[in-house]
C-alpha cells in the first residue's frame, strides 16, 4: 500500500480521506451552463467508493463575458445554485470532499461565444495556448478590475450556499488572472502592472474580495500558472513571493499548475510535470501543496509525495478516461 497517499490530512477545516485529488477538467456537458444528468453521473461514478481525497470540479464561469468554451459550467446566477447543490449532494453521498473551481477567461474568452468583448490585463501579446478569436481584447480599466473582484466574490459565495466544501480560485493556463500574473501577458504600466507586485495586485483583491464574502472559516484554495517556462515569461521565483502573498491574504491551499504554457511543459515527460515548483512552493509556504500533471499510478503519486514536491497529488486523464482508476489503484 502507498503509505503517504492513503494518509488522511485536513485541509483548513476540510477533511480529507487521503491525498489523492481528481483536479479540474473540463466535460463539456452543460449546454446551458446548468447541471444536467449527465454530469452528475459522471461525478457520482468516479466519486464512488470514497477513494478520492478532493474532487474540484470544472472551471465554471463567473460572469457571461468570462465564459471560455461552450457547454462550460456556470456559477455566474443564482439560478444555478439548485443545480450545483445536486452535484454536492452527488459528490458527498460517496464520502468525498468536493471544492467548485471558478474563472473567467480573460482574452481567452470568445466574442463570437459570449457576446461580450474580450478583456485582459493588456491588449497585446495573448496566450497562444488559450486564445481562439480573432477579434480585438480590450484593456480592463480600474473598474473593470473592480468589477471582477465582485464577480468573483458572488461567484463564491453561490458555491458556499450550494453546500461546496470550499472555492478554488483559477489563475493558471493563459486565463484572466494569469494573464496578469504573466509578464507575457501584462504590459501594463499602472498599479496593476510593472513589476511583480504590480502583476499579482488583482489576484490579490480577487482573494480579499472571495475571502471577505465567504468568512474566515471557509477554504479557499487558488490554482496558479506559477512558471511560463519560457524566455521573459513567469519564474519559479515569482511564485514563491507570490504564493506567500497568497497565504497572508486568505489563501488556504494552492494547486500549482502551468501558465501560459498550458497543461504540460514543453519536452518534458514523466510524473509530476510541476514539480519544479511545486516543491520550491510547499518550503516557503505553510498551507498545503496540490501537484498535477503527469501521473498515471499511484505508486508514482506516492515517490512524489516522498520527495516533498507536494502534499496532495492530483490525477487528471487517467480519471477523466477511467471512472474506475481510482478505486482500482488506491485499492491495490
Known sequence: MNKLLHTPLTVHNVELANRL???PMATG?????TVQDDLLAYYDARSKGGCIGLIVTEHAYISPEGKAHEGQLSVSRDTDIPGLTK???TIHKNNTAVIAQINHAGSAAMEEITGYPAISASVTAQPEYARKSEKPVREMTADDMHAVAKKFAEAALRVKEA???GVEIHAAH????????SPLGNKRTDAYGGDLDGRIHLLLDVIRAVREAVGADYLVALRLGASDYTESGATIDDAVYACKKFEKAGVDLLDISGGFCGFTVKNRKGPGFFSDASSAIREAVHVPVILTGGVTKANEAEVLLEEGAADLIGVGRAIFKDADWAKKEMEE
Open 21 to 23: 485529488v481528481m483536479p
Open 163 to 165: 453546500g461546496f466544501d
Open 87 to 89: 452535484l454536492v449532494e
Open 29 to 33: 456537458k452543460t449546454p446551458d451552463g
Open 174 to 181: 493563459g486565463y484572466l488572472l494569469d494573464q496578469f500574473y
